[in-house]
């Protein structure tokens, strides 16, 4: 059983340009969160999709935004990259219930030049 | 969510157990206790979570302080490869608020 899919593990883009980032939940999850990571912090919380709309929002830019396929997959997107968006990327699906767990991917590494 | 204090690094010896304290004394009556763990160059992965009784799985065991404002994760025979930063959530559990806020963990090396 496939855990949480990530694509593509590491991405260098320059500043000012837009990235796309993917994600496939675990099979039999239909909620998925994305989760920025700086370097020595702990990951905080971007956004969470369910129903293909956003549900709940942490304390991010307009510029990043998302998106939920029909099949549960997301794409996390971020417009005018600065250096300071250089971070691990995580997502993270779960069950839609009160105290579904969360199954994280292994991240997509972006740096910003 | 209720704030969680951990200690910032912590060294066991393998074989022994490895006892990971976290002080979440805010933390009020619908807000569960969780602890993931992230190894480096991976995503967290869940371990535990509990509301006030302690609970055993078969990765560690969670123990709850009776006035809840306080828990302690417990890996009964740490090994090498459960060098890690291990983190306590409290997250509150009804609709609408299903994110994971997390602090800044403790840093466990196990130690051979």
């Known amino acids: 059983d496939a855990g949480v899919t990530q694509s593509p593990t590491h991405l260098i883009k320059t500043r000012g340009q837009q990235v796309t980032l993917r994600c496939s939940p675990k099979?039999?999850?239909?909620?998925v969160s994305w989760y920025q990571q700086a370097l020595g912090q702990g990951p905080q919380f971007i956004f969470q999709y369910y129903e293909e709309e956003e549900r709940q929002r942490g304390n991010f830019p307009d510029r990043f935004s998302g998106h939920q396929f029909p099949n549960y997959s997301s794409e996390l997107n971020v417009n005018a990259l600065l250096l300071g968006d250089s971070a691990l990327y995580l997502c993270?699906?779960?069950?839609?219930?009160?105290?579904?767990?969360?199954?994280f991917g292994s991240g997509t590494r972006l740096t910003v030049v | 969510d209720a704030k969680t204090t951990q200690p910032t690094s912590m060294d066991c010896a393998e074989g022994r157990a490895a006892n990971l304290p976290c002080n979440h004394s805010t933390i009020s009556g619908n807000e569960y206790v969780y602890w993931y763990r992230q190894i480096h160059s991976q995503g967290p992965q869940y371990i535990i979570h509990g509301l006030k009784n302690n609970e055993t799985n078969e990765m560690a065991s969670l123990i709850i302080t009776e006035d809840r404002k306080s828990s302690t994760l417990i890996l009964p025979h740490a090994t090498l490869r459960d060098t890690a930063v291990y983190y306590c959530?409290?997250?509150?559990?009804?609709?609408?608020?299903?994110?994971?806020?997390f602090g800044s963990g403790t840093r466990l090396q196990v130690q051979p």
């Open positions: 993270a699906s779960s069950p839609d219930s009160p105290l579904g767990g969360y199954t």
């Open positions: 959530i409290v997250r509150r559990v009804d609709t609408g608020r299903r994110a994971l806020t």
């Open positions: 099979s039999g999850h239909d909620t």
